[in-house]
C-alpha cells in the first residue's frame, strides 16, 4: 500500500463521514498530502554522507473556499498530514532537526482549487502526545490512566453492548504505553490478539467488543500535559517489569 493510499485509510477513520459531501470540488485532502510530500523531496538537502535534512515546518496556502473546508475537519486533518509527511521521511531516509508541524493558512491570492506550500527549518525538542481514534473521533490521553468502557464512569464512553463498564485501560507516563484488561467480560484484543496486559506500540489497534480502538502517538513542539509524577513512576515501574 502506498503513502497516499495509508493516508485516506487514516483520513477515512479520522473524519466524520458527514464531511464527505464537501469534498466534490476545489482542493481534495489527498492533493494536500501530494503537495507535502512534494516539498519534502525538493527541499531535503544531504548534509553528511548519512544524513539528509528536510524540513519541518510547513504552511498550506489555500483558496478561502478551500481553507473553510479544510478547517472544517479541523486537528484530525493535521494530525494525518503530519503523519504522512514523517512516514514519507522515513521511508526516504530524511531527518529533521525538530518536531513536524504543518499549518493552514487563507490566502486570498489563490483561486478554489489551488494550494502552495512553504517550508522551512525549525529546531527543537520533540515532544509526544498520545490520542486515540474511535468510530472516527479523536479523544487525547492525557492522564496517566485513561479507563475506557460502556459505564459513565469511564473517561472515554462507548456505546457497545459487548464492553464492561469499566473494560480496559491505557497507561501513558509521557513516551511510552501500556494496555490493561479490567477483568472484562468479554476480554481485549491488541492486533487481533487475546491480551491482558501488553506495551502498547503507536498505531496499534485494541478491540473490545465491536469496537476498534486505535492508538496513535503524535510529535509535537509544545510540549504536552505530563500525568502526575507520582503515577507517572508507576507507570514506568510497570513497563520496566514487563508484560504478562
Request: net charge neutral; glycine share 8%.
Amino acid at each position: 500500500m502506498g503513502l497516499l493510499d495509508s493516508f485516506e485509510k487514516g483520513l477515512e477513520r479520522a473524519v466524520n463521514g458527514a464531511f464527505a459531501k464537501t469534498f466534490r470540488s476545489g482542493i481534495q485532502p489527498v492533493e494536500i498530502a501530494s503537495a507535502l510530500r512534494s516539498e519534502l523531496d525538493k527541499r531535503a538537502a544531504v548534509v553528511t554522507r548519512d544524513r539528509i535534512l528536510a524540513p519541518n515546518s510547513f504552511v498550506v496556502r489555500l483558496a478561502p473556499a478551500d481553507d473553510e473546508r479544510m478547517r472544517a475537519i479541523g486537528q484530525p486533518l493535521l494530525d494525518e498530514l503530519v503523519g504522512l509527511v514523517q512516514k514519507h521521511a522515513r521511508a526516504q531516509g530524511y531527518s529533521f532537526a525538530g518536531a513536524v508541524t504543518v499549518a493552514l493558512r487563507r490566502d486570498d491570492s489563490l483561486s478554489t482549487g489551488t494550494l502552495r506550500v512553504d517550508s522551512g527549518t525549525e529546531q527543537g525538542a520533540v515532544s509526544w502526545r498520545a490520542v486515540v481514534d474511535i468510530d472516527g473521533r479523536r479523544h487525547p490521553i492525557a492522564s496517566a490512566r485513561t479507563v475506557i468502557g460502556r459505564g459513565s464512569d469511564a473517561d472515554i464512553t462507548l456505546a457497545d453492548a459487548g464492553t464492561s463498564r469499566r473494560h480496559v485501560e491505557i497507561l501513558w507516563d509521557g513516551e511510552r504505553a501500556m494496555v490493561r484488561d479490567l477483568q472484562s467480560t468479554n476480554g481485549t484484543k491488541l492486533n487481533g490478539r487475546p491480551v491482558k496486559e501488553a506495551p502498547l506500540p503507536t498505531d496499534a489497534t485494541i478491540t473490545i467488543g465491536r469496537t476498534d480502538i486505535v492508538f496513535r502517538v503524535i510529535a509535537q513542539t509544545a510540549p504536552p500535559a505530563r500525568p502526575a509524577a507520582s503515577d507517572a513512576t508507576r507507570v514506568f515501574d510497570m513497563l520496566d517489569g514487563g508484560a504478562q
